[in-house]
């Protein structure tokens, strides 16, 4: 996947957790996937930076 989907991903998991009919568990789940997916994202921008950084020296 790449940093956009995961940017993606994590928007519809807080468009989905503004859902006000949604059971706790429900919404715990899709915390979680929206979280993972910020990780994930965080992730590929930092080796993204590490890159350019490489570059640049």
């Not at 568990?25 to 890159?51: D, F």
Request: with cysteine; proline share 0%.
């Amino acid at each position: 996947m790449e940093f956009e989907d995961h940017i993606k991903q994590a928007e519809l998991s807080l468009e989905k957790l503004n859902d006000k009919d949604l059971d706790l568990k429900t919404c715990v789940e899709i915390y979680k996937e929206g979280l993972k997916s910020i990780k994930q994202a965080r992730t590929m921008l930092e080796n993204a930076k590490l890159e350019i950084e490489q570059i640049d020296e």
